[in-house]
């Protein structure tokens, strides 16, 4: 079965700073691999995916099959940035998607 | 609807009482996930439709919980006799037909066991 551990459970960082949200998974075959934010009072919502290798609002994630990680990047945080983020996966060949325990992430003024 | 719609958005149920938990996915969408989010964690997963058909229920944490789909449209999770540790988000979630496409979430029903 697959697996998702986001080893942060928190993350404080100051406006401008770099941030990286880590994401690790364990899967014996091919994943699709989503970020997912939510923010204060709405609802789960999709961030990014590793298919469409797309930035979205400036965040990036680089899918590593040898190190089994798909970290999320944003060189410059911006304050609007702070919300939670999960971590998904997804087999390629179905569409049961498993999360991570989610990062919160601070960015402070 | 626009969107995923879950109903009631609170719930407060005395324990031992059974509470029905509904789900109206976005029109069309194949796949339909059920999640059980505790206070400050992340989404676990229950239970995964594919149209009427239950593929994977390895979630649900007891046989007091059971979900069910008969249209393959709407869904209902059903919790029996309630206990205070099912207090909890219960999110919904549908995607449409192709493979790994972006899973629309519900608000949640927020179920409180008193």
């Known amino acids: 079965a697959q697996r998702v551990t986001q080893p942060e459970k928190l993350l404080s960082v100051f406006k401008g700073a770099p941030v990286e949200l880590k994401c690790n998974y364990s899967y014996s075959g091919s994943p699709e691999l989503f970020w997912y934010v939510q923010y204060s009072r709405q609802r789960l919502q999709l961030l990014l995916r590793?298919?469409s290798r797309e930035s979205i609002k400036g965040f990036t994630a680089d899918l590593n099959k040898g190190e089994t990680s798909f970290h999320l990047k944003k060189p410059f945080a911006q304050e609007e940035d702070s919300a939670m983020y999960y971590c998904?996966?997804?087999?390629?060949?179905?569409?049961?998607?498993?999360f991570g325990a989610g990062t919160r992430l601070t960015v402070k003024p | 609807g626009a969107g995923v719609s879950q109903s009631p958005r609170y719930k407060v149920a005395k324990r031992g009482q059974d509470v029905a938990l509904r789900c109206d996915p976005i029109s069309g969408h194949v796949s339909l996930f059920w999640y059980q989010q505790a206070l400050g964690q992340g989404p676990e997963f229950l239970t995964y439709f594919q149209n009427e058909a239950q593929l994977d229920k390895s979630g649900l944490p007891s046989d007091r919980f059971f979900a069910e789909r008969p249209e393959g449209s709407v869904s209902t999770l059903k919790i029996q006799r309630t206990q205070q540790e099912d207090s909890a988000v219960y999110l919904c979630a549908s995607s449409p037909q192709e493979q790994n496409t972006e899973a629309f979430f519900g608000q949640g029903t927020r179920l409180t066991v008193v």
């Open positions: 998904a996966l997804s087999p390629l060949s179905n569409n049961d998607m498993r």
């Open positions: 590793h298919i």
